[in-house]
């Protein structure tokens, strides 16, 4: 394999091929950390032998069968594995002799995938939203320690113990290498998909720091999410949270001006938006209706494709937005939805009618923090005229923000109800 510079060739075939290795190797071994090792052990080898020997015509291979091999080596070498190993060669001679066996086995695993098994681990309910998420891109996104604190605004360290503490977590409550039973399937898809929508929403509006938004963020979601898909494709909301994540990825270069500063959906310039995604984002959410009835993922697609159907703010059918807000409301209910219906009612209904919305969620505690509460109370007295108390709802949003691009924006928004 030809190729430039072999430690860049080692680096890309790592996060290509990473959750391949840790899940096969952790199918292997029946534990997470100790996967993770292995596999970085090979990649270590790599980086030692490719810049001599050359990159391998099938690299992501090497790495599989190096690892195995340590794995097993590990195994036979120290003592408190050997019952493992063990297990290991019963279970192989097992399947090789026995197609009863191997029938069984089948049955057990209804969808036998070695990454989608690694996938439910990562994001498994026993573990805290921070672990899940962490655990996740390092495992699945191949991201480095100092990447996902980098994109998450947060000391190396404390990544650091997110996700030893998550993979200890896994290994006390011994929680298997497995996919849930078809019973439990539901409940754990959902965490799943939480998991895949927190980075998704992360990267797409940055809760702190000097950036708007954090592109590599969305694209690690948006390849989780074209995993999940491709291996569960009679899952509907899976295809809705795809359809979501593709329709408002398609608006990322529009989302900044020249020097990265915010631009809000009415003043974007949507022959910037990625009419590719557009296109992928509205067939994902075609295969979710063809499915089924839409869950929220759907649904908030739904939302997203009136956006990406019009021509124009203006164009945009925002009558039958705020119908699919409603019945988002119904199937999960939160103060963020009725906010977000508030505004679709505004557009469709007046000013008021979304004001009136808006009044009645000002004394909910999951906002008392919440900058886009203020933000969207602020834009709605600008359109009805009432300027002074514009402002000082601009003003408070600024205050509540920890991003500084959005801080700018609404200060810049007070300044302008100022007049």
Known sequence: MAVGDPHRVVEAVWRIESARVIAGLARMVHDVGLAEELAQDALVLALEQWPKSGVPDNPGGWLMLTAKHRAIDMLRRRTRYEHKLAEVGRDMEIR?????????????????????????????????????????????????????????????????????????????????????????????????????????????????????????????????????????????????????????????????????????????????????????????????????????????????????????????????????????????????????????VSRAYGPARGLEIVEGLVTERALKGYPQLPAVRGDLLVRLGRLDEAREEFERAAELTRNERERTLFLTRAAAARG
Not at 139 to 144: A, F, N
Not at 186 to 195: I, P
Not at 196 to 223: H, K, Q, V
Not at 248 to 257: D, E, F, L, M, V
Request: negative net charge.
């Open 96 to 344: 090789q002799e026995s197609a009863e066996a191997e029938l069984d086995d089948a049955l057990d695993d209804h969808i036998g995938d070695d990454v989608l098994r690694l996938l439910f681990t990562a994001c498994h309910p026993v573990l805290s939203t921070e672990g899940r998420l962490a655990l996740t891109l390092r495992l699945l996104g191949g991201l480095t320690t100092e990447e996902i604190a980098r994109a998450f605004l947060v000391p190396e360290p404390t990544v650091g113990q997110r996700i030893f503490r998550a993979k200890r977590t896994l290994a006390e409550k011994r929680v298997r290498i497995e996919m849930p039973a078809p019973a439990e399937l539901g409940e754990r898809l959902a965490s799943v998909l939480e998991v895949i929508y927190l980075i998704f929403n992360e990267g797409y509006s940055a809760t702190a720091g000097d950036d708007w938004m954090r592109p590599s963020l969305c694209e690690e979601a948006l390849r989780l999410g074209r995993i999940l898909v491709g291996l569960m494709p009679e899952e509907p909301e899976a295809h809705g949270l795809v359809a979501l994540m593709e329709i408002q990825a398609s608006r990322i270069r529009a989302r900044t001006g020249p020097d990265g500063e915010p631009v809000l959906l009415p003043d974007q310039d949507r022959g910037l938006w990625d009419r590719l995604l557009v296109r992928r984002g509205l067939e994902a959410l075609e295969r979710a209706e063809g499915l089924g009835t839409l869950g929220p993922y759907g649904l908030q697609a739904a939302i997203a494709a009136c956006h990406a159907r019009a021509r124009s703010t203006d164009d945009t059918d925002w009558e039958r937005m705020a119908a699919l807000y409603l019945v988002l409301a119904y199937l999960a209910p939160s103060p963020v939805v009725e906010l977000n219906r508030a505004v679709a």
